[in-house]
Nanobody, 125 residues
Framework: QVQLVESGGGLVQAGGSLRLSCAAS????????VAWFRQAPGKERDFVAA????????FYADSVKGRFTISRDNTKKTVYMQMNSLKSEDTAVYYC??????????????????WGQGTQVTVSS
């Protein structure tokens, strides 16, 4: 089992920045691939970014490419997502997810086994 806890969400003006963190505990070998998803009210949960265990492979949704950066520090068992140039359409609950096997190119939420509770990001225009 892996427990994931997100932090770093909040209210920010359009054009601003936030850094989300996802701290893992428990059987962290099961978090070889970690991803961020987001869900806006009334919408499906969408893929945002993912990172491999070594950090050498990252994958982004087109909507955030060039603005968001995912990274990880395995010594701290934490994955980060730096979000710059935020837009109102980035407003959503952001979830951290993990899986033990597979690729960082997997953007289907059904492929991820462990999920955090989510952190709210609100971008005001």
């Amino acid at each position: 089992q892996v427990q994931l806890v997100e932090s770093g969400g909040g209210l920010v003006q359009a054009g601003g920045s936030l850094r989300l963190s996802c701290a893992a505990s428990g059987r962290t070998v099961s978090s070889r691939v970690v991803a961020w998803f987001r869900q806006a009210p009334g919408k499906e949960r969408d893929f945002v970014a993912a990172i491999s265990w070594s950090g050498s492979t990252t994958f982004y949704a087109d909507s955030v490419k060039g603005r968001f950066t995912i990274s990880r520090d395995n010594t701290k068992k934490t994955v980060y997502m730096q979000m710059n140039s935020l837009k109102s359409e980035d407003t959503a609950v952001y979830y951290c997810a993990a899986k033990a096997v597979g690729s960082a190119y997997d953007n289907n939420p059904r492929l991820y086994d462990y999920w955090g509770q989510g952190t709210q990001v609100t971008v005001s225009s």
